[in-house]
């Protein structure tokens, strides 16, 4: 009888580790081929190699950022090592240049991992002020000949929007590739790569998985050969992600500008609330007219919106009641608004600023809100509520 594919909108979750290659003949095939033509549809040998389930959502991924390839891996860490595998070649490798104002855990990444284990010649970027001056980038990337520039489109948690366009164009005019963690401006905001970005990253963890119940990261470009490269890296490394963490990514990315859209609107109401608030003494929010990079952030993103993520400092008198008044904020709204350190998720979740990054920003009446997608009027009233008891 004629076997009759089933019409399905999903690809099931294939969790063989291993493939059925048949005979000598295929098998031989398939490892000639695996090196070469690694994306050919029958390419499927082993798992860590190459997943079905994993390829159709890295097909979803490739859709939202509009870009030729796209590898998932198991974290957001996982394809920050992935991308930048691309670009060690061992004595040869020129420095990495990379913007200090970046994800806690990538610094850390880069002290106990590349300095102090891979013995890689890193230099950092560091800001003027809230701000990086690019005259400086252009005198660093003149002195270093950087292999690559690495940035991310948002800082945290003071949400300060990056000169993106005009950082990757100077980076490229003076040789060095750019690789943009996005992840928190995601590709409903910006899509690095149509600006010249040769990789972008993401922690899919947080707003391409969007609900709080995957860590995945991913790993996007055009360039082919930047592809094979990581493809082999991320095969002998075993940075790949599973079979059901593939397939339940797959579909909560059919909903990724929908749930985007959701964010920043009921963050862009809630900041505007928050700003008029007499209990608050600051926000930072790239959609507020009084945040430094506003006008930034209009320009990059065109209008789709600032994203779902507003940081803002509780108003008293002194540090000591400052923390006081955030205990008091984070206990009145906690069956509502729990404390995860994390983002993107569906409701609305917050940290405690100091807590996290207590060293950097000694801020103790600081909240950083990552902004869900629940009906708006309930997550003010619950905010409103929260503050009234301080
Ligand atoms: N990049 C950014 C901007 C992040 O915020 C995070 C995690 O919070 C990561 C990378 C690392 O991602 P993961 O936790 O999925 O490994």
Known sequence: MKKRRVP???????????????DLNTIK???????DHFRSPENYIYSRYRNPTVVAAEEGIMA????????????????????????????????WLFFSEIYGGTNHYIDRVLIFRRGVDIKRFYPSGDQYDLKELEKMLDKLKPEFVYFEAVSNPMLVVADCEAIIKMAKEKGAAVIVDNTFATPYLWQPLKDGADIVIHSATKYLAGH?????GVVCGNDLQMEKDAVEYRKYTGHMLSP????????QLKTFNVRMERHCSNAFKLAQMLANHKKIEQVHYPGLKTHPTHEKAKKLFKGKGFGGMITFDLKAEGPEKKLEAAKTFIAAVADYIPLIPSLGNPETILLHVESVWGDKYRLPGMIRLSVGI?????????????????
């Open 212 to 216: 709080g119940d995957i860590t995945a």
């Open 64 to 95: 939202v950022e509009e870009c030729k390839w796209a590898l998932l891996t198991q974290s957001g860490m996982s394809a920050i090592d992935v991308a930048l595998s691309i670009f060690q070649r061992g004595d040869e490798t020129r420095p």
């Open 8 to 22: 399905t909108t999903n690809v099931p979750i294939y969790r063989d580790s291993g493939f059925i290659l048949g």
């Open 374 to 390: 629940e009906g708006y009027e309930h997550l003010e009233a619950v905010i409103l509520k929260g503050l009234e008891q301080i």
């Open 29 to 35: 095939k398939a490892f000639k081929d695996e090196k």
């Open 244 to 251: 059901d963490d593939a397939h339940r990514l797959g579909a």
